[in-house]
């Protein structure tokens, strides 16, 4: 007689290394506000949260038009159309660095084309390098696929600059690719040619390809200028990924691209025909916004641009100047993207062991939320987000300002005041 089966389901091992720092970080975190203060929350990357920050009305009649025209209702390739990736092509092309429609892969948002980009370049068991601080994704990616990582640093006091040596040192023979940021979630640092010019030319000479994250591109404040990578190396092979999101303010609409920059064909066909195998697991990002894409990237006029990079200058300079005069804190100006970064002198704090009971009891005192720098690997730091509006970064700064002083005991510690 066979014996009766029995329920067995696990949930899989991937399932099991798919961690998300900045949800396990905050899921601990006692979240009740001051019920008598409203809850102002520094510590969402979403520019749309607040509604303050709308997209362009040519971005939305670029959608308009192409749900209207019925042409956009079917399956796309699973790397886009032709014609929207040689839009994306046609707008990013550099006389150093030219891109063709074959040179471009559009994905699910920015974050799928990172997770593309990793995956097709490394293997269990090999590792890639990331900033610290940096953007939690990549080590969520990473370990879900048995992927390695190595952490490198960046430098607050040169204006979050990558630590080279430091960067240098900790390349293997199992490094799959360099992870590089610019302009910088969290840090909202924006690097210079020069600097750039340097990370090219240790991956030069290691011969590690670089995954160029550069999805805050050309959001940069006036007197700063932002450098793709790709034109500054003809030697390297990068993958560059961006997407709509930050830029045009529209991040639930998930359209993000690869663009490949291999003039010596070293990444060669295998690492493209990867990338279009791998894009096939999900058939590709919404066809309406790929049949919007021309006129989106076209159509919005510049001062669409330059007006929300002013607004988001304008909080970026009430939050430093604000904080800068703070006992205890440090903030360090950002440059660029939507993010402002701000040092804690714990040992000036002795009531909380770290940045992440600092921003907790902030949340109960203050009702005031921004996300601690442990989210990124930089304990005793907090991350502001800089598009609130005006009145609510005023009125937050005037909070954490008054929860400094009522904790604060004096420390020259640290180079602190």
């Not at 979050?160 to 302009?183: F, G, H, M, R, Y």
Request: aromatic letters at 10%.
């Amino acid at each position: 007689m066979k014996k009766k089966a029995k329920w067995n389901i696990r949930v899989s091992e991937m399932s099991k290394k798919t961690y998300n720092p900045i949800r396990a970080i905050v899921d601990s975190m006692n979240m009740d506000p001051n019920p008598k203060k409203p809850m102002i929350a520094l510590s969402i990357g979403d520019p749309t949260v607040f509604g303050n920050l709308p997209t362009h009305d040519a971005v939305l009649k670029a959608m308009k038009d192409a749900m209207d025209s019925g042409k956009f209702n079917g399956y796309a390739p699973s790397i886009g159309y032709q014609s929207s990736r040689e839009v994306v092509a046609k707008f990013y092309s550099q006389p150093d660095a030219l891109l063709e429609a074959k040179d471009v892969i559009l994905c699910s948002g920015c974050s799928q084309a990172i997770e593309l980009s990793i995956a097709v370049l490394a293997n269990p068991g090999q590792n890639i390098l990331i900033p610290r601080p940096g953007f939690s994704l990549y080590k969520t990616l990473a370990l879900s696929l048995d992927i390695q990582i190595k952490l490198y640093d960046l430098l607050p006091e040169k204006g979050w600059e990558i630590d080279l040596k430091q960067l240098e040192s900790v390349i293997d023979d199992k490094t799959a690719c360099i992870i590089v940021n610019n302009p910088s979630n969290p840090c909202g640092s924006v690097f210079s040619k020069e600097h750039l010019q340097k990370i090219l030319a240790v991956a030069a000479r290691n011969c590690v390809p670089i995954l160029a994250d550069e999805i805050y591109g050309d959001m940069v404040f006036q007197g700063n200028k932002f450098y793709s990578m790709a034109p500054l190396s003809s030697s390297v092979p990068i993958l560059s990924c961006g997407g709509l999101a930050k830029r045009w303010l529209v991040p639930g609409w998930r359209l993000g691209w690869i663009l490949i920059h291999d003039r010596n064909n070293i990444f060669g066909n295998e690492i493209r025909e990867g990338l279009v195998r791998l894009s096939q697991r999900i058939l590709g990002p919404c066809t309406i916004v790929q049949g919007a894409l021309e006129s989106i990237m076209n159509s919005t006029p510049k001062k669409f641009f330059s007006s929300t990079l002013s607004f988001m200058k304008a909080n970026a300079d009430i939050c430093y100047e604000a904080l800068s005069t703070v006992p205890g804190l440090r903030p360090v100006r950002p440059s660029g993207a939507m993010y402002l970064m701000v040092g804690i002198d714990i040992e000036s704090f002795p009531e909380f062991e770290d940045d992440v009971e600092f921003t907790m009891r902030l949340i109960s005192e203050q009702s005031v939320f921004c996300l601690p720098a442990k989210c990124f690997e930089y304990p005793n730091f907090f991350r502001v987000v800089l598009s609130v509006p005006k009145e609510m970064m005023t009125e937050a700064c005037n909070r954490i300002r008054e929860f400094c002083e009522q904790h604060y005991h004096h420390s020259y510690s640290n180079g602190f005041a």
